[in-house]
T-cell receptor
Framework: AQKITQTQPGMFVQEKEAVTLDCTYD???????LFWYKQPSSGEMIFLIY??????QNATEGRYSLNFQKARKSANLVISASQLGDSAMYFC??????????????FGTGTRLTVIP | EAGVVQSPRYKIIEKKQPVAFWCNPI?????LYWYRQNLGQGPELLIR????????DSQLPKDRFSAERLKGVDSTLKIQPAELGDSAVYLC?????????????FGEGSWLTVV
């Protein structure tokens, strides 16, 4: 079974508007972390935001916020006030806790975001 | 602070030839990862090191892939012989340790094309 599912292959957003990128995850480990990365055409994976499974509040980092709904196992990324430079691939990833012993970072298939001027 | 450094950035080789990628992690980071990213997909782990020890190499195709991390700092990933299906981006990443919340930082990747 896929650990991370991103159902939107591509998304378009108007400049200065907000956009939500969807991510659902699957784990039986009560301890896990969720990450979002941005990958521009240059190829580098740029860390954006992190949410721990025990965190009570949704994570925020500047224009990025994570809409964490634990019961639904979803961790959507919200980008506010989109900019042209936000055009890139966005990956959701999960790191499971020590209980499973894995502790590796599992990625989804990504969503390509295009910001329209 | 310098990020994760990888070289070469791009490599084109003929099938059956060997190729090697080098990675220098962020200073002080004990955990080092090699990922492979095929076109249109997310990265997949090949091997993870904690200091000098390869603690997870279950996804590394050991018949043709090898890796080493001498002295627990730099790492090299080798493919010999390369096959057409090995064309991908090879990403090196590092983190302070394997703690759940520790961010994994990635390099720019080494883009391999096998012809």
């Amino acid at each position: 079974a896929q650990k991370i599912t991103q159902t939107q292959p591509g998304m378009f957003v108007q400049e200065k508007e907000a956009v939500t990128l969807d991510c659902t995850y699957d784990t039986s480990d009560p301890s896990y972390g969720l990450f979002w990365y941005k990958q521009p055409s240059s190829g580098e994976m740029i860390f954006l935001i992190y949410q721990g499974s025990y965190d009570q509040q949704n994570a925020t980092e500047g224009r990025y916020s994570l809409n964490f709904q634990k019961a639904r196992k979803s961790a959507n990324l919200v980008i506010s006030a989109s900019q042209l430079g936000d055009s890139a691939m966005y990956f959701c990833a999960m790191r499971e806790g020590y209980q499973t012993g894995a502790n590796n970072l599992f990625f989804g298939t990504g969503t390509r975001l295009t910001v329209i001027p | 602070e310098a990020g994760v450094v990888q070289s070469p950035r791009y490599k084109i080789i003929e099938k059956k030839q060997p190729v090697a990628f080098w990675c220098n992690p962020i200073s002080g980071h004990n955990t080092l990862y090699w990922y492979r990213q095929n076109l249109g997909q997310g990265p997949e782990l090949l091997i993870r090191y904690e200091n000098e020890e390869a603690v997870d190499d279950s996804q590394l195709p050991k018949d043709r892939f090898s890796a080493e991390r001498l002295k627990g700092v730099d790492s090299t990933l080798k493919i010999q012989p390369a096959e057409l299906g090995d064309s991908a981006v090879y990403l090196c990443a590092s983190s302070f340790d394997r703690g759940l919340g520790n961010t994994i930082y990635f390099g720019e990747g080494s883009w391999l094309t096998v012809v």
